[in-house]
């Protein structure tokens, strides 16, 4: 079965650093997703993405955030100067169409020091 | 009110046993309903979709009622495997078909 795939799995970075977590969602999909789990917390929506624009966009997302599809098949997420409340569990998702379910990747864990 | 309210739990249950559990959004405009299940530490998987008549996958039967912004789970003959959190899902698909979460609940099945 295809799989949405994350890498890494596990970041380390100190605070005030960029970080980019890289998606490689499933290839024929088309709407793309990021979410995060702060360790203990539920599941919160960040951002999603279709036809090479954003969407939707959460509270959370703000200007230190970006998503970029640089080519066809990767999609990324980008803090640009991270802080020590993005510690967290990324999640990247995709779907094929507007109101199907979302495919999850197994996430990154980011740990901001 | 939260946007998708769920009992924490945990629920102890033994193996066989049945289990419920409830879920309450309070957005009306939420189309699409799902349950997904969480492992410690991984990322959630789908479980099932709801739908308002009600559906059932094996073990596993969801309900919805629109009315009163309710949605349930019920597993029989539980097992040791479906220990984990089970999360409540809802969507609006005006909304960049955004899913709200619930904090989920967790069951732990017991020998």
């Known amino acids: 079965e295809p799989e949405v795939t994350q890498t890494p799995s596990h970041q380390v970075t100190q605070m005030g650093q960029e970080v980019i977590l890289r998606c490689v969602p499933i290839?024929?999909?088309?709407?793309f997703y990021w979410y995060r789990q702060i360790l203990g917390q539920k599941v919160e929506f960040l951002v999603s993405?279709?036809?090479?624009?954003?969407?939707?966009k959460s509270e959370i997302f703000d200007d230190q955030f970006s998503v970029e599809r640089p080519d066809g098949s990767n999609f990324t997420l980008k803090i640009r100067s991270t802080k020590l409340e993005d510690s967290a569990m990324y999640f990247c998702?995709?779907?094929?169409?507007?109101?199907?379910?979302?495919?999850f990747g197994n996430g990154t864990r980011l740990t901001v020091t | 009110r939260k946007e998708v309210e769920q009992d924490p739990g945990p629920f102890n249950v033994p193996e066989g046993a049945t289990v419920a559990f409830n879920c309450t959004y309070s957005?009306?405009?939420?189309?699409?309903f799902f349950w997904y299940r969480q492992d410690c530490r991984k990322e959630p998987k789908l479980l099932m979709s709801?739908?308002?008549s009600g559906n059932e996958d094996g073990r596993f039967t969801a309900q919805l009622n629109r009315a009163s912004q309710y949605i349930s789970l019920l597993i029989r003959d539980s097992k040791l495997s479906d220990s984990a959190t089970y999360l409540c899902?809802?969507?609006?698909?005006?909304?960049?078909?955004?899913?709200?979460f619930g904090g989920g609940t967790r069951l732990m099945v017991k020998p």
């Open positions: 998702a995709s779907t094929l169409s507007y109101n199907s379910p979302l495919h």
């Open positions: 290839s024929n999909h088309l709407y």
């Open positions: 993405f279709y036809n090479n624009e954003i969407s939707e």
């Open positions: 957005n009306s405009a939420s189309q699409s």
């Open positions: 709801v739908y308002s």
């Open positions: 899902v809802v969507t609006n698909n005006n909304a960049g078909n955004m899913l709200t």
